[in-house]
């Protein structure tokens, strides 16, 4: 949790309420919006879990094709389809055996694969494809999205009793509108992951504080990054990227 900067209560509060879900072995749902650090959280709470010695397996249910997804879960058998690997593949969930699988935009995850993956939570059991044997697995899963899961659920675009299965224990991660007070130390950790020292004018600093910053923490990264390569020890609001912080022009 120390890789986790701010000092903002939002943040602090989110971080001390990780640290006790750290300690349970119950599912974990982190709720908030694209790059916040919702990985880092997961990564967080598995090393300071009691199976910080075992795996710590991410996967990106929205980057992965449908058609591959259930292979990566579950693995397959050698034969299982065309193109498999000879030898077969193991899957993430036995790959995180005694440790922690991070399902990451599971609200991306197919209907029809959300039925086997309860299946799996349920009976902690997995089958690869091909094969008719069980497997026994012991994972802690910590899932992770940027919508809203109730709605989808009415939607009947995901499964009501895979949101209760995964919602046990909910952690909300404040976007960084919320916390723009850890703006300034964000900023240091990653001029110092970068190895350069950059001050800021007065305007330049309070466009910085202002800005809305939709993209959150990923976005700030992405801009310090910019400056960076201007090559410049002072920022001016000019240096700033236009396509961050010019006010759109009213017609």
Same mark, same amino acid.
């Given at each position: 949790?120390? @890789? ?101 935009? =599971? ?28 497997? @026994?697995?012991?994972?802690?899963? =910590? ?28 952690? @909300? ?8 007070? @850890? =703006? ?32 959150? =923490? ?34």
């Amino acid at each position: 949790f120390t @890789d986790i900067v701010g000092v903002s209560s939002r943040i602090r509060e989110s971080v001390m309420v990780a640290e006790r879900m750290a300690k349970s072995d119950s599912s974990v749902l982190i709720i908030g919006e694209s790059g916040t650090g919702k990985e880092v959280f997961a990564q967080s709470i598995h090393n300071a879990s009691a199976r910080s010695k075992r795996n710590f397996v991410a996967l990106n249910c929205a980057a992965i094709p449908e058609h591959l997804l259930e292979s990566e879960l579950f693995g397959y058998e050698e034969g299982a389809f065309t193109g498999a690997r000879k030898g077969g593949k193991i899957g993430y969930f036995e790959l995180a055996h005694q440790g922690t699988i991070f399902l990451d935009e =599971i609200g991306e995850m197919p209907l029809a694969l959300q039925s086997k993956l309860l299946r799996v939570l349920e009976e902690k059991t997995v089958t690869r494809i091909g094969s008719a044997k069980l497997i @026994d697995i012991d994972v802690r899963v =910590i899932a992770a999205t940027n919508k809203n899961l109730l709605e989808l659920v009415e939607a009947k675009e995901f499964r009501e009793d895979l949101y209760y299965r995964i919602n046990v224990l909910p952690l @909300d991660i404040p976007p960084l509108r919320e916390r723009k007070e @850890d =703006i300034p130390f964000l900023m240091d950790v990653f001029m110092a992951a970068m190895g350069k020292e950059m001050t800021f004018s007065d305007e330049a600093s309070k466009r910085l504080h202002s800005h809305c910053w939709k993209g959150n =923490i990923r976005e700030l990264k992405n801009v310090i990054e910019y400056l960076e390569s201007l090559g410049k020890l002072r920022i001016e609001a000019g240096d700033l990227p236009a396509s961050v912080f010019t006010v759109p022009v009213q017609r």
